[in-house]
């Protein structure tokens, strides 16, 4: 019998009312690897992804993304927004981040935006018993979720909508939950004033090294 969960497999976390995941059940970490590793959001070679992954050497981004990814998953708590330059790490440090949570035994998530407006026009689908309003809801209340590649998304007034209400809620309980954003460009470079907004009260940083990819691609030429 599992001793954490006592082989029921999941747990409701023993929280107060007016938490936001007040009521939420988890897959047991400690018996139910399977259902976390479905949920997390990252292909299986992703789950070995470490901070140890970043190259540091002579590259200033990256030495300010892993300081900063180290003090979140510390305390996982509040915003952290990286952008800058492509090929430079951003998405290493989100799935790093989950999986160092993950291993912690906290609840963590790493999608794209792509992915994330995917998943919300998948709720109108006859056959999907749950509306996007839903589906915002159980993302809003993840421990810790990590957007890729923000500058990406679909600047349409449903997508800007379902974005905004998502952020917005995740904003509201910064105090207990974690949210890391990633998107190449500057700051302005998002479309929407509010969430640039509410980016900026919490640490963010720009990346501007140089892209690193045209070095792996030689690299993998010369195996």
């Not at 904003?171 to 500057?186: D, E, K, M, P, Q």
């Amino acid at each position: 019998m599992c001793s954490v969960c006592g082989d029921a497999r999941y747990l409701r976390e023993d929280l107060p009312v007016g938490h936001p995941r007040f009521g939420i059940i988890s897959p047991c970490p400690a018996c139910n690897q399977k259902a976390i590793d479905a949920a997390c959001g990252l292909m299986t070679h992703e789950r070995a992804v470490t901070l140890d992954r970043l190259i540091t050497k002579d590259r200033p981004g990256a030495q300010a993304i892993k300081r900063a990814g180290i003090k979140f998953i510390s305390s996982p708590v509040g915003f952290l927004s990286v952008h800058g330059s492509c090929g430079n790490a951003k998405t290493v440090l989100l799935q790093a981040v989950v999986n160092s949570c993950l291993a912690n035994g906290v609840e963590a998530r790493y999608l794209t935006a792509h992915e994330l407006l995917d998943y919300l026009r998948e709720a109108f689908d006859p056959k999907v018993m749950e509306t996007d309003i839903g589906r915002i809801r159980r993302l809003a209340n993840i421990p810790v979720l990590c957007v890729d590649e923000l500058d990406k998304a679909k600047n349409t007034e449903w997508a800007a909508d379902m974005q905004n209400h998502l952020i917005n809620e995740r904003y509201r309980n910064a105090r207990v939950l974690g949210t890391i954003f990633a998107w190449n460009g500057t700051l302005n470079a998002l479309p929407w004033p509010a969430v640039i907004s509410r980016i900026t009260e919490y640490r963010h940083i720009e990346n501007n090294d140089p892209d690193l990819r045209n070095a792996i691609g030689a690299s993998k030429e010369m195996e």
